[in-house]
Protein backbone atom coordinates (compact mmCIF):
# COMPACT_ATOMS: atom_id res chain seq x y z
CA UNK A 1 0.00 0.00 0.00
CA UNK A 2 1.60 3.40 -0.46
CA UNK A 3 0.16 6.53 0.21
CA UNK A 4 0.65 9.77 -1.58
CA UNK A 5 0.22 13.47 -0.20
CA UNK A 6 0.09 16.22 -2.39
CA UNK A 7 0.90 20.04 -1.58
CA UNK A 8 2.24 23.50 -3.15
CA UNK A 9 -1.36 24.18 -4.81
CA UNK A 10 -3.17 27.59 -4.28
CA UNK A 11 -4.59 30.97 -5.66
CA UNK A 12 -2.00 32.27 -8.41
CA UNK A 13 -1.94 35.27 -11.40
CA UNK A 14 -1.88 34.13 -14.63
CA UNK A 15 1.93 34.50 -15.53
CA UNK A 16 3.28 33.07 -12.38
CA UNK A 17 4.75 29.59 -10.78
CA UNK A 18 3.88 27.14 -8.28
CA UNK A 19 5.40 24.28 -7.87
CA UNK A 20 3.48 20.79 -6.57
CA UNK A 21 4.79 18.43 -4.40
CA UNK A 22 3.75 14.75 -3.72
CA UNK A 23 5.11 12.54 -0.88
CA UNK A 24 4.55 8.83 -0.56
CA UNK A 25 4.68 6.53 2.26
CA UNK A 26 6.78 3.58 1.62
CA UNK A 27 10.03 2.26 1.17
CA UNK A 28 9.77 0.95 -2.31
CA UNK A 29 9.19 4.40 -3.96
CA UNK A 30 11.57 3.86 -6.69
CA UNK A 31 10.11 1.54 -7.96
CA UNK A 32 7.16 3.33 -9.23
CA UNK A 33 6.51 5.43 -12.30
CA UNK A 34 4.84 8.68 -10.90
CA UNK A 35 2.21 11.00 -12.65
CA UNK A 36 0.37 14.08 -12.36
CA UNK A 37 -3.52 14.13 -13.67
CA UNK A 38 -5.67 17.41 -13.48
CA UNK A 39 -9.45 17.75 -13.43
CA UNK A 40 -11.13 21.29 -14.03
CA UNK A 41 -14.98 21.24 -13.11
CA UNK A 42 -17.04 19.33 -15.37
CA UNK A 43 -14.06 18.00 -17.33
CA UNK A 44 -12.14 14.34 -17.67
CA UNK A 45 -9.57 13.81 -15.96
CA UNK A 46 -6.20 14.62 -17.82
CA UNK A 47 -2.64 13.87 -18.45
CA UNK A 48 -0.69 16.35 -17.37
CA UNK A 49 3.49 14.83 -17.10
CA UNK A 50 4.80 11.96 -15.93
CA UNK A 51 8.41 10.58 -15.26
CA UNK A 52 10.22 7.33 -15.09
CA UNK A 53 11.02 5.07 -11.79
CA UNK A 54 15.27 6.60 -11.75
CA UNK A 55 13.92 10.13 -13.21
CA UNK A 56 15.42 9.74 -16.50
CA UNK A 57 12.86 9.81 -18.63
CA UNK A 58 9.34 12.30 -18.76
CA UNK A 59 6.66 12.86 -20.19
CA UNK A 60 4.30 16.18 -21.34
CA UNK A 61 0.67 16.90 -22.27
CA UNK A 62 1.36 19.50 -25.04
CA UNK A 63 -0.77 22.23 -23.00
CA UNK A 64 1.85 21.80 -20.71
CA UNK A 65 5.01 21.50 -22.62
CA UNK A 66 8.09 24.03 -22.32
CA UNK A 67 6.03 25.82 -19.09
CA UNK A 68 5.97 22.70 -16.11
CA UNK A 69 8.17 20.53 -15.30
CA UNK A 70 8.15 17.21 -13.46
CA UNK A 71 11.24 15.70 -11.53
CA UNK A 72 11.44 13.54 -8.19
CA UNK A 73 13.69 12.75 -5.63
CA UNK A 74 13.80 9.09 -4.61
CA UNK A 75 15.49 9.77 -1.69
CA UNK A 76 12.74 11.77 -0.06
CA UNK A 77 10.03 9.48 -1.73
CA UNK A 78 8.69 12.96 -3.97
CA UNK A 79 7.66 13.87 -6.70
CA UNK A 80 7.50 17.28 -8.10
CA UNK A 81 5.81 19.45 -10.61
CA UNK A 82 7.18 23.20 -11.33
CA UNK A 83 4.59 25.51 -13.02
CA UNK A 84 5.29 28.10 -14.50
CA UNK A 85 3.25 30.85 -16.93
CA UNK A 86 0.14 29.86 -15.40
CA UNK A 87 -2.87 30.53 -17.62
CA UNK A 88 -6.32 30.58 -16.09
CA UNK A 89 -7.12 27.12 -18.59
CA UNK A 90 -4.74 25.52 -15.81
CA UNK A 91 -7.18 25.72 -13.03
CA UNK A 92 -7.74 22.18 -11.58
CA UNK A 93 -7.32 20.06 -9.02
CA UNK A 94 -4.50 18.34 -9.48
CA UNK A 95 -3.96 14.40 -8.42
CA UNK A 96 -0.37 12.53 -8.32
CA UNK A 97 -0.60 8.70 -8.70
CA UNK A 98 1.82 5.88 -8.95
CA UNK A 99 2.28 3.23 -11.02
CA UNK A 100 4.53 0.00 -10.00
CA UNK A 101 6.84 -0.94 -13.06
CA UNK A 102 5.69 0.81 -15.96
CA UNK A 103 6.12 0.51 -19.46
CA UNK A 104 6.24 3.48 -21.34
CA UNK A 105 2.74 3.10 -22.96
CA UNK A 106 1.17 3.54 -19.72
CA UNK A 107 2.45 6.93 -18.39
CA UNK A 108 -0.41 9.07 -20.21
CA UNK A 109 -3.45 6.40 -18.93
CA UNK A 110 -5.00 7.12 -16.14
CA UNK A 111 -6.70 3.30 -15.23
CA UNK A 112 -3.55 2.40 -15.16
CA UNK A 113 -2.56 3.99 -12.57
CA UNK A 114 -2.29 1.85 -9.15
CA UNK A 115 -2.39 4.71 -6.13
CA UNK A 116 -3.87 8.21 -6.19
CA UNK A 117 -3.06 11.12 -3.98
CA UNK A 118 -6.46 12.91 -2.63
CA UNK A 119 -5.95 15.73 -4.88
CA UNK A 120 -4.58 20.10 -4.26
CA UNK A 121 -6.39 23.05 -6.08
CA UNK A 122 -4.76 25.31 -8.49
CA UNK A 123 -6.41 28.29 -9.02
CA UNK A 124 -5.36 30.65 -11.92
CA UNK A 125 -6.43 34.16 -11.82
CA UNK A 126 -6.73 36.20 -15.27
Known amino acids: QVQLVESGGGLVQAGGSLRLACTAS????????MGWFRQAPGKERDFVAA????????YYADSVKGRFSISRDNAKNTVYLQMNNLRPEDTAVYCC???????????????????WGQGTQVTVSS
Open 97 to 115: AAVWSPMDDTYRTDYKYDY
Open 26 to 33: GRTFSGYG
Open 51 to 58: ISRGGGTT
